[in-house]
T-cell receptor, first 114, second 111 residues
Framework: IAGITQAPTSQILAAGRRMTLRCTQD?????MYWYRQDLGLGLRLIHY???????GKGEVPDGYSVSRANTDDFPLTLASAVPSQTSVYFC?????????????FGAGSRLTVL | AQRVTQPEKLLSVFKGAPVELKCNYS??????LFWYVQYSRQRLQLLLR??SRESIKGFTADLNKGETSFHLKKPFAQEEDSAMYYC?????????????FGKGTRLSVIA
């Protein structure tokens, strides 16, 4: 089934550890995004990529990094996790261009940092 | 700067009652507005976009540039409408500018 796959589904992590959340899409979408969802704060953009080889910072990029080596994959890395990064993380993709704002979302990765 | 305001965190209505989820925006250019929905144990998905001017699952939303609003309406709420609703904004013809989401409104339809 075409779509977006995120891994892991859920993870508990000790503060200070490094963590990479994986995101893969098979729709050949140009643009990909990482959002975090927090109660009362809604969805906030962390990083995005309009096309393979390029990335951009969103609203809350600090403590996170991304790479876009190819069209399909867009991993999100927490270099040294902190408790404030406890959240549900959603990866999304879109065709880009005039179709940029019709997003397809992954199922989410629930991360708890202790 | 782009900003989306959803003033209600939670909205509870009885089945069969009308529903209106409010969304106001701030944007200096021509906006493109969306409603996304997240049903329980399902992925976030597009509900409707203003340029399509269509009704999805009985919901409609009209862009009011004078009031900078894009309220989501349904005349008769159903239990299956219970979900988290997000209003989102981008610039029309802005190319690849990512969407800005509001904080969301949880709709609870009571039987």
């Amino acid at each position: 089934i075409a779509g977006i796959t995120q891994a892991p589904t859920s993870q508990i992590l000790a503060a200070g550890r490094r963590m990479t959340l994986r995101c893969t899409q098979d729709m050949r979408h140009n643009a990909m995004y990482w959002y975090r969802q927090d109660l009362g704060l809604g969805l906030r953009l962390i990083h995005y990529s309009n096309t393979a080889g390029t990335t951009g910072k969103g609203e809350v990029p600090d403590g996170y990094s991304v790479s876009r080596a190819n069209t399909d994959d867009f991993p999100l890395t927490l270099a040294s996790a902190v408790p404030s990064q406890t959240s549900v993380y959603f990866c999304a993709s879109s065709k880009g261009g005039r179709g940029a704002n019709v997003l397809t979302f992954g199922a989410g990765s629930r991360l708890t940092v202790l | 700067a782009q900003r989306v305001t959803q003033p209600e965190k939670l909205l509870s209505v009885f089945k069969g009652a009308p529903v209106e989820l409010k969304c106001n925006y701030s944007y200096s250019g021509s906006p493109e507005l969306f409603w996304y929905v997240q049903y329980s144990r399902q992925r976030l998905q597009l509900l409707l976009r203003h340029i399509s001017r269509e009704s999805i699952k009985g919901f409609t939303a009209d862009l009011n540039k004078g009031e900078t609003s894009f309220h989501l309406k349904k005349p008769f709420a159903q239990e299956e409408d219970s979900a988290m609703y997000y209003c989102a904004l981008s610039g029309l013809n802005s190319g690849n500018t990512p969407l800005v989401f509001g904080k969301g409104t949880r709709l609870s339809v009571i039987a």
